[in-house]
């Protein structure tokens, strides 16, 4: 097994139509029943003893404010989801800006492909007295392989592992998880993260919602942390 590692310091609708239907349905009984209420309450009153004009006036005001608050209910809910629209648009017209540059983002997944060995990338916050990598199958979350690294510096690591397992076999083609340990020489752990690095080749919408492609595999907008303009060769 051969493994190439190299330190750098610088890293870093759901629209629910029925249930919106329902409220719609209830709003409104509600409405008409209070109003059925007051004319049946005048109607069947007793003539000797009328209800006060005070107490008349008080009970259409609370119909009043019902028709109100039902109004404002039904802004605020379609103001809700125009917002909701132009916040999709301009998280759709950022992920179009982001093709053809290279992205590091938040990640750890490897593509595991024959006569390619895969390159794993990740930055740990201070340096350590121990660290390892540990690799698992995507599919099954089996562990497959764990790469012994040592003692290694704060910053950003990569290397290159040559797609084999624990027992020097080449592992069939597919998807991979890799998850980076460190421990300092008190064996307290070490905050790391994996990432992937490459050049953003297209957008794929799930759901309405935009993720980058980034060598083959799905990005999400927000785990982007840097942004380079791909340099062209003169």
């Not at 997944?109 to 121990?130: C, K, M, N, T, Y």
């Not at 297209?202 to 999400?220: C, F, I, K, T």
Request: charged share 25%; glycine share 6%.
């Amino acid at each position: 097994m051969s493994v190439e590692a190299t330190n750098n310091q610088a890293a870093e609708f759901f629209t629910q139509t029925s249930g919106e239907k329902s409220v719609q349905d209830r709003n409104a009984l509600a409405k008409d029943d209070f109003l059925k209420l007051l004319v049946a309450q005048l109607q069947n009153q007793d003539p000797m003893n009328p209800a006060s004009n005070q107490e008349f006036a008080s009970q259409l005001a609370q119909f009043s404010s019902l028709e109100q608050l039902q109004q404002m209910s039904s802004y605020l809910q379609e103001s809700v989801e125009a917002n909701r629209l132009l916040g999709q648009t301009i998280e759709n017209e950022v992920a179009n800006s982001y093709i053809g540059k290279d992205v590091r983002a938040v990640g750890n997944v490897l593509q595991l492909i024959d006569g390619e060995d895969p390159v794993i990338r990740f930055h740990q916050d201070q340096a350590s007295a121990d660290t390892k990598v540990r690799i698992y199958d995507g599919l099954s979350g089996s562990w497959v392989h764990t790469l012994e690294l040592g003692a290694r510096p704060a910053g950003a690591m990569e290397l290159v592992w040559d797609g084999k397992d624990a027992s020097g076999e080449r592992l069939p083609e597919g998807y991979y998880i890799f998850n980076a340990e460190a421990t300092d020489y008190e064996n307290y752990a070490i905050d790391t993260v994996g990432y992937v690095h490459g050049s953003v080749t297209g957008v794929r919408y799930v759901d309405g919602v935009a993720r980058l492609l980034v060598d083959e595999q799905e990005v999400a907008l927000e785990d982007v942390f840097d942004v380079v303009e791909r340099q062209t060769e003169q």
